[in-house]
């Protein structure tokens, strides 16, 4: 049975790194949101980059948008891919929506949810691995140009942070929380034991 696995957490929690490192070692195929299709690219950059919006996207548009990239990925390269019958490693997907446009944003975290399992068809992952830093850590890996998200402020930062711990302890049986704070090595072996517990 192939497998469908999700990386989620805040900028600079490892997660791009610890996706790909996943991804060789399972040959399984690498995607992300948003931008993981070509549809997907343009509307990553019209909801991140500077030059996209800018501060005026309504919260409403920006989940909407999230969703349309969602809906485009899972058809166009993960069910496609699960269908063959390769492993799928994705860097972000439905987590990111509820942390980000619920809890951080402040929309409806249920709504979204519907929202969400709407565009993706109802697919969900079989496991979601939450890569947990402390502010302190995730500042230190930042890039040096923020894009619009990363703009936010420390407060919506701080907000992302619990929302993930919160979507966590909600559901056990399929999020698992590795500290990412260590190496990169360190991280990988917390990550491949986390995934066979
Ligand atoms: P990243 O791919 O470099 O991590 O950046 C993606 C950004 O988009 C990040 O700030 C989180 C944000 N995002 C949402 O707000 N909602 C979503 O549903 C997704 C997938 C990402």
């Known amino acids: 049975m192939s497998r469908f696995l999700v990386?989620?957490?805040?900028?600079?929690?490892g997660k791009s790194t610890q996706a790909a490192r996943?991804?060789?070692?399972l040959?399984?195929?690498?995607?992300h949101e948003p931008g993981g299709t070509s549809v997907g690219a343009r509307i990553r950059s019209l909801v991140l980059d500077a030059g996209g919006v800018g501060t005026a996207l309504d919260?409403?548009?920006e989940a909407l948008l999230m969703a349309a990239d969602?809906?485009?990925h899972v058809a166009e390269v993960i069910r496609p891919a699960l269908a063959r019958g390769d492993d799928v490693v994705s860097d972000r997907f439905t987590g990111s929506t509820l942390a980000y446009q619920g809890f951080a944003r402040g929309?409806?975290?249920?709504?979204?949810?519907?929202l969400s399992a709407?565009?993706?068809?109802?697919?969900?992952?079989?496991?979601?691995i939450l890569l947990a830093v402390t502010a302190e850590v995730a500042a230190s890996r930042r890039k040096a140009v923020p894009d619009r998200m990363e703009a936010a402020?420390?407060?919506?930062?701080r907000r992302v942070a619990e929302g993930y711990r919160s979507l966590a302890a909600a559901d056990p049986a399929r999020w698992r929380v590795v500290d990412g704070s260590g190496s990169v090595e360190d991280v990988e072996s917390l990550v491949l034991a986390a995934l066979e517990a």
Request: charged share 25%.
């Open 22 to 25: 996943l991804a060789a070692r």
């Open 7 to 13: 990386f989620e957490g805040g900028e600079g929690s």
């Open 59 to 61: 919260v409403r548009a």
């Open 107 to 114: 929309l409806s975290v249920d709504e979204l949810a519907r």
């Open 118 to 128: 709407w565009a993706a068809g109802g697919l969900a992952p079989d496991v979601v």
């Open 153 to 157: 402020g420390d407060d919506f930062h």
């Open 70 to 72: 969602r809906a485009q």
């Open 27 to 31: 040959g399984a195929v690498l995607t």
